[in-house]
Every structure is written in C-alpha cells, then in structure tokens.
C-alpha cells in the first residue's frame, strides 16, 4: 500500500493562480512605465546631441573672434575640428532621423521658422529674423510636437 500524499509539499491551483494573477497586475504597471523610460531618454540624448552641437557652434564662434559659421555647419567637421560629423537629429516618434542641417539662406526665413520636419534648423544669415525670432548662430530642432515634459521641441 502506498503511503498518504504529504499536503506540506508543492502549491494548491488557487495559490498558483493567485501568483499568476500577481504577476500580471506587476507586468502591467511595469511596462508603461519602461516604454515611458525608453522615450525619455532617446529625448535626453536628442538633448544632449543638441547641447553638443550649441557647443560647438560656440566655439567655432569663440576661435573666428566674433564670427558665426556663414554655411549648413560642414565647417565644424573640417579636420574633426569642432565635430567628427553632424549628428542625426532624432525625435523620438514624431520624425524620422535625419543629420540635414537646414539653414535661412537656403529655405528662406519664414520657411526655416514655419518647417516641422524634425531636421536641425540654423540661422546663419546676418540679417535679423522678425522680432521675438531667431538670431544668427541659433540652432534647433524644426518640430513643433512637444516633448514629455510638455516642451515644444523647437523652443528647447
């Protein structure tokens, strides 16, 4: 005759589903929260992309005494002077990545401000844009989408 089952050893179907049931209501709080995670920090390097091309632009600026670059900002990766190359400008699911850096002596002044194409945007003309605008040796982002934090991507 076989002895009785032990009932100290392994786990009932109720206390399987329970853990089961558990688990899932984790999974579901967890996971927007990560996708959250990843958009913001594919934001902050686009951010930091941004503060390093600023820097740049500064510097160039700085080592000329006085004088912005004047072109699409190919100047900056001469030798890998200033930059190795221009980085892509990534908005995290709004545009696709691009490294074009568009300027107001080539779409015009209204067009460089009015474009939402997710592309760098520099102003490299002396001349001044409408009052409250741009200035020469501004750079941005052309999207007018808002980031997390509620920020339009063009005015960062």
């Known amino acids: 005759m076989k002895p009785p089952a032990d009932p100290t050893k392994g786990f009932t179907l109720i206390e399987l589903m329970i853990v089961v049931a558990i688990v899932g209501v984790l999974a579901a709080i967890a996971l927007p929260k990560f996708a959250d995670l990843v958009r913001k920090s594919k934001e902050a390097a686009t951010k930091g992309t941004l503060g390093s091309v600023r820097s740049a632009i500064s510097i160039y600026y700085a080592n000329m005494e006085g004088t912005y670059p004047g072109d699409d900002l190919t100047c900056l990766t001469v030798d890998s002077k200033y930059l190795r190359e221009i980085p892509a400008a990534t908005v995290p699911g ?12 080539t779409l ?41 934090k509620g920020t339009v991507w063009s005015t960062i």
């Not at 194409?117 to 001349?127: A, E, F, L, P």
């Not at 941005?140 to 808002?146: L, V």
Request: net charge negative.
């Open 108 to 148: 015009g002044m209204a067009a460089l401000l009015m474009m939402d194409n997710g592309r760098w945007k520099y102003w490299n003309w002396t001349m001044g844009a409408p009052a409250g605008q741009k200035t020469q040796g501004d750079f941005w982002i052309g999207c007018t989408h808002t980031e997390t």
């Open 94 to 105: 709004q545009h696709d990545t691009s490294p074009v850096v568009e300027t107001n002596d």
